[in-house]
């Protein structure tokens, strides 16, 4: 157990709907990060927060947003869903701002777009 | 652009031989990097760092070296295990930088 919890664990929608995904970091880690895995690829950095503002973006689409709350939990919105958006969303968390120390990673959460 | 590569996208040992797993990477400003596991439905949990001041690191049956002449990094399992058949994603970051992952190896040890 990793202390990352992620929800849903599973969630399927069709295309043009919305989701959230919601991410709960190990206790006393300030740092939150997206990853998406889609089919057989590796993970690919959406966004990262450090204690409620955004560090850093990586390959993250317009229709996605992201926002870490005062309680340091973090939330994925995925809006006008397209069947290629299907993918396993991965949430990490660290203490640190960003590439000095370990990621520790939730179970993720699989959306199936239809 | 890729900038950590995994050129092997599976690979399988017998249970007891020593496992090699590659990494390649394109950037010469990356100076920290991990090895990660994933098993299935489960998410990565990392394995072991080395930073570019070492070329080696080891912890219990797990070595990774890293040539930084070459770009070059590789994890050593010895003996591998059937318990030790999960997805290996090497990942790389340059200071305050967010880390990079590489596509994963996925490594099967046979009984």
């Known amino acids: 157990d990793s202390g990352v919890t992620q929800t849903p664990k599973h969630l399927i929608t069709a295309t043009g709907q919305r989701v959230t995904l919601r991410c709960s970091p190990r206790?006393?880690?300030?740092?939150v990060y997206w990853y998406q895995q889609s089919l057989d690829q590796g993970l690919q950095f959406l966004i990262h927060?450090?204690?409620?503002?955004?560090?850093a973006k990586g390959n993250i689409l317009e229709r996605f947003s992201a926002q870490q709350f005062p309680d340091l939990h973090s939330e994925l919105n995925l809006s006008s869903l397209e069947l290629g958006d299907s993918a396993l969303y991965f949430c990490?968390?660290?203490?640190?701002?960003?590439?000095?120390?370990?990621?520790?990673f939730g179970e993720g959460s699989r959306l199936t777009v239809l | 652009d890729q900038q950590v590569k995994q050129n092997s996208p599976s690979l399988s040992v017998q249970e007891g031989r020593i496992s090699i797993l590659n990494c390649d990477y394109t950037?010469?400003?990356?100076?920290?990097f991990l090895w990660y596991k994933k098993y299935p439905a489960e998410g990565p949990t990392f394995l072991i760092s080395?930073?570019?001041?070492?070329d080696k690191n080891e912890d219990g049956r797990f070595t990774v070296f890293l040539n930084k002449s070459a770009k070059h990094l590789s994890l050593h399992i010895v003996p591998s295990q059937p318990g030790d058949s999960a997805v290996y994603f090497c990942?790389?970051?340059?200071?305050?930088?967010?880390?990079?992952f590489g596509p994963g190896t996925r490594l099967s040890v046979l009984p």
């Open positions: 950037n010469s400003m990356f100076d920290y």
């Open positions: 990490a968390s660290s203490v640190d701002r960003a590439g000095t120390g370990e990621l520790f």
């Open positions: 990942a790389a970051s340059a200071y305050g930088q967010n880390f990079v």
């Open positions: 206790s006393g880690d300030l740092s």
């Open positions: 927060y450090y204690n409620g503002e955004e560090r």
């Open positions: 080395i930073s570019s001041i070492k």
